[in-house]
C-alpha cells in the first residue's frame, strides 16, 4: 500500500546528539498511538545540512521543513500535519523577519547545489534500495557493463573533476597513473581522516549516504585493475563507521561487493581501517604508512602512491568527497558535471560554514560562489548586529579572507590566488570580536599538537610561531617578532616535507598581511581591540550604565563582582580572570573592556 | 648502465639514472648540506636543510630524495635556498644546547661544521631544550635526548640496517624523540650495543660511552700491570683521526702510542684470533666429523651473540662455545701471560683497543668472562678513544716510530688480522679446518667465495673432495635469510644447508664498527677493507696454525684445541635473554 506522507527526520551525529532519535522514536510511537502507522513512512536520513536549526523533520510531500524540534513535538506533527493535514506553524522554519514560512523562500538552500550530498536529508542511509532507488549503483552498472577503464577516465577527464582532500590535483589524471601500471596488486584506498577543526562535510557525507563513496571505490577498482581497497576512517566517527559498515554488508549481500560483481569476472572487496585521529594521517603517505600498521609519518614523493603506495603498490587515494561525485559523473556523464563551477574547477564543493554566522550548517555550492553569497546569502551574515571580519578558509593550511575578498569567487586557483586554499572545505566566519592574533594562535596550536615531528621546519617552527603569537597576545612581543614569523614561515612553506608543515604558517602570514595593524597594537600598544587576548584586557563597569541588575555578578564564576542591587557593581580587578562573562552577560553595555 | 643529461645551476651534467639530486650535485663537487641524509640509508628526508629548486616548478624538493630527471635544470644554491637553509638552520640550532667545548662530537659534529659554514653568529629564536636526563643504561652507550636533532638516522640504522628495533620514534610533534619504544631503558631494549646508531650520529646525541679516565687511573696505579691489545679493525681506521687515508695500516704506531700512554705490554688481538680459529676450527672439524649439529656459527661479535640470544635464540645449539678474540687475549693474559712474568691475574689490568662498543658490555656480559678468576677483561677502549687519548697526550701520532708487539702473545698471522671484515673469520677458519680436515694446505689461500660486501654471500669450498657448505652475512637485517634456510632444513628434516656460517652485526664487518672514526660509508669501508687484506698478503705466515706463539701456547700452556683446559678457559655458553627485560 502507498504510503501518503514521508517523515523525514535528521539522522546526522549533531541532531542525533540533540535527540534525534528520540525525535524518531516519539514520530514512530504517536503514529501507533494516533492510528496513522500504515499512512506514513518515517525515515531517517542523513545532514540535512541547516545544523544551526537542527534538530530538523520534514514532511513529504507537504514540504514542511520543522526546525528546532523536540522530542514531544511528535504528537503535533503527528496530529496536525499527517491527521489533519496543515502545517504546524510554530515548528515551521522561517526567514528573519517573515512571519510566513514558504518551502522555496529557505534562504539557506537557494543558491545551493547539491551534487554530493544528493542524497543526505533525502534518503535512509541504511537502506540499499532507497540508494538504488535514487539512482544508485547505476553509475557502477555502467562503468561494469559499458565503459572501457579508459572510457571511464574518459569520463572523468571530460567532468574536470578535482580531488576535494585540498590541493585540487585532476582525478582522471591521478586514475590514469595508477591504471596504466603493470602491477601484480593495486589497491583503492579512501581518505576519510577528516580532521580539521570544524570541518564534518566528510563525516556527514558517509553518515547519510556511505553507498556513494563505496560505489565510487568500485567503479575505481575497475577502472585501474584494483581488487581492495581500503576505507580510512577515525575512529570517532562511530555513526559513520556503523553506517559505512551496514552498507557495505548490504552491497555484499546484492553482490555490489566481493567476487564477480553482478556477475562479471571482476572482483572487488572494501575494508575499513581505523585511524586514531591524527591530523597527519589525512597526509596521503602518512595515511597509507598508518595503513600498513607504521607510525603515521609523510615520505617524500615522488614516487606518488598512484605509482608506489599501500605496500608499496599502485594505489588510488582520494577523499571522501572526491568520491561521493563519481557515480552521477559516470551515470550522467563528465559533461553534466562540467556544467557545473568554473573554467578550473568544475562541479560544487561542500563547506561546513560555522564561526560567527547566522546559519550554521553543511553547505554545497557550484564552485564559482562568492564568499560573500556564502557569508550573506546562505549564512544569512553575523548575528547579533556585528560587524564581519573575516573569514578562514582551508582550517589550519588556510588563511583569513577579509572583507576585501568577499567577492572572490570560491574556487581552487582563485583562493591561492588571494593566499588562502580551499583546504578539504571548513570555513570559519569571524567578527569584530574575534581577535586575529588570536585566530593565528590557535590554529598554530593545533598544529603544534599535530605536526608528527618528522621535518625540522615543520617541527620547530610550528611551535616557534605559536610561541612568538603567545608572546605578541601577552603584549610581550617585539617588532623584531615580525620578521622572525616571516622568515621562519616562509622556510616552512618551502623547506617543510608535506602538506602540513607547508602550509602551517599560512594563517600567520595571511594575518601579518591582512591585519598588521592589528597585531602592531598588540606589540606597540599593548592593547587587543577585539578584547581576546586576556593579558591585555581589563573589564571595568562603567557607573552612569549600570543599573544594578546583578546578571553579571551571578555569572562571574570567581566571584569578584560586588553591589547591591539597583546599584552599580564594581569589579575586584586583582580577582578577575578576564574571562569575559560579564561582558557577554550584561545587556547595558555597562561593562567595558580596555 | 643508463643515463640521464640534466643541469645543475645551468650547466649540463650526465649521472646515472636513479641518482638523488644531492649525489648528482657531488659528482660536481657541489655539496647541498644535509644534516639527516647518510650514504647507508633510504632518504629520510626529515632535516630540510637540502631544499632545491626545479627550474620551472614553483615547489622546492629535498635533494636527498628527489632522484633526477632527464632535461631538468636543478639550482642548488642561490640567495633564497641560502636564507631558507640559514632559517632552518637557526631553528634547528634553537633546539641544541649549546655546549660545544663539553661535547664529544667538537670537531667532528656534522650540525656544528654546518653552522660554521653558514656563518650563524646567534641564534635569534628563543632556545629550547628538552628536559630528559640522559640514558646511561648500557655499559656501551649513551643516548642524550638533549642534543638529538631528530634526524632519524639512528632509529633507521636501528631499524633497517639491523633489524633491531630498540630505537623507535616516540611522541609527536616538538615532542618527539627517538627512545626505545615504551619508554623504557635501552638496557631493558632490544638494544644489542652495536652502536652503529652512535657512528651515524650526526651529532653528540648518542655517543660511546667514554671510559679513558680508567685507563689513565690504571696506568698511575703503580701495583698493576697495565697489557692492552688491539683489534684488526683498529690498525686501519686510526690513522683516519689524524688526517690519513682510510684503510692505511698503522699498527707499529699503534703500539708505540700505546707505551707511550703508558702501557706495560701491548699485545694483538690477532694472535687470539689465531687462537680462536685453532679452537673454533677444531670444534667446526668435530662436529662435522661426530655427526654434530651444524652448521656452526661463528660467535666473535658480541653484538650478533646478544641479538642472538633475545631474538634467536633457537640457534644456541649451533653457536661455536669458542670466546670472541679479545676475551681469549684477556684470560690469556691473566693466566698464561702472568705465569711468564711472575704475576698474579689480580695484579694485571687489561685493556682492549675495539672497534666496537658492544665489546664495552662483552667483558661482563655472564660468569663465563672471569675463567681467570678474576675479571678477564677490564677495560675496552674504542678506536675513537683512543685517538682522543693520543692526541690529549699531546703525541704526535705520525711522527711515532713502528714498534712490535710484545711476546708471547702479540705475534699474529695474516689470518687473525682478516678477521676484522666481513668473511675473514670465515676464511681463517677455511685455511686451517682445510689443514685439520684434509692434512694439507690450502693451495689459493684468498677465498673468494666469501669475499665482498653483499650483505649475504653464500658458497662451497672444496676440502679435498667433500663440499664444505659456507654463508656469510653483515649488517644485522641480512642474518633472518640464512637463519630461516636453518631453520626450514630442520623442520623439513633436511640436510643442513650449511656447514659454517659467519655473522657479524656491522655492515663490512669490524673494519665500520659502531666505535671507529664517524664518516663510514662503502667508500670509507672498501679502503678499510683493503688495508686489511693488504696486511694479510703481506704477513710472513697466513694460516692460525703456522703462528709459533700458537704453537708454542699449545705447547706450553693449553695443551691442545678442545683440551679440558681450553674448555675451561676459552669456552663459554649462552643463554636466552628476553627481547624486553621489563
Known sequence: ?594 | MEMVNIKLNGKPLQVKAGTSILKAALTDEIKIPALCAHDDLDAWAACGLCVCKVEGSPKMVRACATEVVEGQNYITHDPELQEIRTTVLEMILSNHPQECLTCGRSNTCELQSLAGDFGIREIPYEMDIKDIEADKSTPSIVLDPRKCVSCGRCALVCQQLQNVWALEFLERGHKTRIAPAGGVLLNESPCIKCGQCSAHCPVGAIYEKDETRKFLAAVRDESKHVSVQIAPAVRVALGEAFGMEPGTLVTGKIYAALRKLGADSVFDTNFSADLTIMEEGSELVHRIKNGGILPQITSCCPAWTDYMEKYANDMIPHFSTAKSPMMMQGVMTKTYYADQIGTKAKDIYTVAIMPCTAKKYEITRDDNMWASGEQDMDLVLTTRELARMIKAAGICFDCLEEEDADSPIGAYSGAGTIFGVTGGVMEAAVRTAYKLVTDNELEDLNVHAVRGMAGVRKGVVDFAGTDIKVAVAHGMAHVEEILNEVREAKAKGEEPPYHFIEVMACRGGCIAGGGQPYNTNDTVRAQRVAGLYNDDEKSVTRRSHDNPEIAKIYKDFLGAPMSHKSHELLHTKYQERPIYSK
Open chain 1, 1 to 594: 500500500m502507498a504510503v501518503k506522507n514521508y517523515v523525514l527526520v535528521c539522522g546526522g551525529s549533531a541532531c542525533e546528539s540533540a535527540k534525534g532519535n528520540d525525535i524518531y522514536k516519539s514520530l514512530l510511537h504517536q503514529a501507533e498511538v494516533q492510528g496513522v502507522s500504515n499512512d506514513l513512512q518515517i525515515v531517517k536520513t542523513g545532514c540535512f545540512g541547516f545544523c544551526e536549526k537542527g534538530p530538523i523533520v520534514k514532511v513529504l510531500p507537504d514540504e514542511a521543513f520543522y526546525v528546532e524540534v523536540k522530542p514531544e513535538d511528535a504528537e503535533d506533527i503527528i496530529s496536525e500535519n499527517i491527521v489533519k493535514g496543515r502545517m504546524v506553524d510554530r515548528l515551521l522554519y522561517k526567514e528573519e523577519g517573515k512571519k510566513e514560512y514558504k518551502p522555496e523562500n529557505i534562504k539557506f538552500y537557494q543558491k545551493q547545489k547539491r551534487i554530493v550530498l544528493r542524497n543526505c536529508g533525502l534518503i535512509d542511509p541504511e537502506s540499499i534500495d532507497e540508494y538504488i532507488a535514487r539512482d544508485g549503483y547505476l553509475g557502477l552498472e555502467k562503468a561494469l557493463f559499458e565503459l572501457t577503464p579508459q572510457q571511464i577516465l574518459d569520463e572523468l577527464k571530460k567532468s574536470g573533476l578535482r580531488g576535494r582532500g585540498g590541493a585540487g590535483f585532476p582525478t582522471g589524471l591521478k586514475w590514469s597513473f595508477t591504471q596504466r601500471i603493470d602491477a601484480d596488486q593495486k589497491y583503492v584506498v579512501c581518505n576519510a581522516d577528516e580532521g580539521d577543526p570544524g570541518a564534518y562535510m566528510d563525516r556527514a557525507t558517509l553518515e547519510g549516504d556511505p553507498h556513494s563513496v563505496i560505489e565510487a571505490m568500485i567503479i575505481a577498482g575497475k577502472c585501474v585493475g584494483a581488487d581492495k581497497g581500503a576505507i580510512y576512517i577515525r575512529a570517532e566517527y562511530p555513526l559513520a563507521i556503523k553506517r559505512l559498515e551496514i552498507a557495505m554488508d548490504q552491497a555484499r549481500e546484492r553482490g555490489l561487493l566481493g567476487d564477480n560483481i553482478l556477475g562479471t569476472d571482476f572482483s572487488f572487496d572494501l575494508e575499513i581501517r581505523l585511524g586514531a585521529g591524527a591530523f597527519v594521517c589525512g597526509e596521503e603517505t602518512a595515511l597509507l604508512a598508518s595503513i600498513e600498521g607504521k607510525r603515521g609519518m609523510p615520505i617524500p614523493k615522488p614516487p606518488f602512491p598512484a605509482a608506489k603506495g599501500l605496500f608499496g603498490k599502485p594505489t588510488v587515494i582520494n577523499n571522501v568527497e572526491t568520491y561521493a561525485n563519481i557515480p552521477v559523473i559516470i551515470s550522467k556523464g563528465g559533461d553534466w558535471f562540467a556544467r557545473y563551477g568554473t573554467e578550473g574547477s568544475k562541479g560544487t564543493k561542500v563547506f561546513a560554514l560555522t564561526g560567527k554566522i547566522k546559519n550554521s550548517g553543511l553547505i554545497e555550492v557550484p564552485m564559482g560562489t562568492t564568499l560573500r553569497e556564502i557569508v550573506f546569502d546562505i549564512g544569512g551574515g553575523i548575528p547579533n548586529g556585528k560587524k564581519f571580519k573575516a573569514v578562514q578558509t582551508g582550517g589550519p593550511s588556510g588563511g583569513v579572507l577579509t572583507e576585501d575578498f568577499l567577492d572572490t569567487p570560491i574556487d581552487f586557483d582563485s583562493l591561492i590566488s588571494v593566499g588562502s586554499m580551499m583546504g578539504s572545505g571548513g570555513m570559519i566566519v569571524m567578527d569584530e570580536d574575534d581577535c586575529m592574533v588570536d585566530v593565528a594562535k590557535f590554529y598554530l596550536d593545533f598544529c603544534v599538537e599535530e605536526s608528527c615531528g618528522k621535518c625540522a621546519p615543520c617541527r620547530i617552527g610550528t611551535k616557534k610561531l605559536y610561541e612568538i603569537l603567545s608572546k605578541i597576545s601577552q603584549g610581550k612581543g617585539e617588532i623584531e617578532d615580525l620578521q622572525k614569523m616571516k622568515d621562519m614561515g616562509q622556510a616552512m612553506k618551502k623547506a617543510s616535507l608535506c602538506g602540513l608543515g607547508q602550509t602551517a604558517p599560512n594563517p600567520v602570514l595571511s594575518v601579518l598581511n591582512a591585519f598588521e595593524e592589528e597585531v602592531l597594537e598588540h606589540i606597540n600598544d599593548g592593547k587587543c581591540r577585539a578584547g581576546k587576548c586576556k593579558d591585555l584586557v581589563q573589564y571595568s563597569i562603567d557607573e552612569s550604565k549600570c543599573i544594578g541588575c546583578t546578571v553579571c555578578a551571578r555569572k562571574c564564576p570567581v566571584n569578584c563582582i560586588s553591589g547591591d542591587r539597583k546599584v552599580a557593581h564594581v569589579i575586584d580587578q586583582s580577582r578577575c580572570v578576564k574571562c569575559g562573562a560579564c561582558y557577554d552577560s550584561c545587556k547595558f553595555g555597562a561593562v567595558l573592556v580596555s
